[in-house]
Nanobody, 128 residues
Framework: QVQLVESGGGLVQAGDSLRLSCAAS????????MGWFRQAPGKEREFVAT????????LYVDSVKGRFTVSRDNAKNTVYLQMNNLKPEDTAVYYC?????????????????????WGQGTQVTVSS
């Protein structure tokens, strides 16, 4: 059983930065593909970013490219989402997710059903 705990959310102004963290326990973190998703009020959960087990491969949704950076520290069992130049449309609950099943090298997983464990989410609110 894998537990994921997000932190780092908050209320910021447009143009500000935040760094979200997701601490994992209960599994072999260094083997997992990790993803970040978000869900705004009244909207479906959407993919934000994913990172391979080694950290060498990442993928972002177009709306955050150039502003968000996903990274991981396998020694600390933690994945990060650095969010710069935040916009009001980034307001959402942000979730990290772990894919613990067998993964294909070089393939980026962007669907919610491709992940096996989820954190409880952290709220990010960006005011204009």
């Amino acid at each position: 059983q894998v537990q994921l705990v997000e932190s780092g959310g908050g209320l910021v102004q447009a143009g500000d930065s935040l760094r979200l963290s997701c601490a994992a326990s209960g599994g072999t973190f260094s083997r997992y593909v990790m993803g970040w998703f978000r869900q705004a009020p009244g909207k479906e959960r959407e993919f934000v970013a994913t990172i391979s087990w080694s950290g060498g491969s990442t993928l972002y949704v177009d709306s955050v490219k150039g502003r968000f950076t996903v990274s991981r520290d396998n020694a600390k069992n933690t994945v990060y989402l650095q969010m710069n130049n935040l916009k009001p449309e980034d307001t959402a609950v942000y979730y990290c997710a772990a894919r613990t099943r067998l993964s294909s090298s070089g393939y980026h997983y962007t669907r919610s059903d491709e992940y096996d464990y989820w954190g409880q989410g952290t709220q990010v609110t960006v005011s204009s």
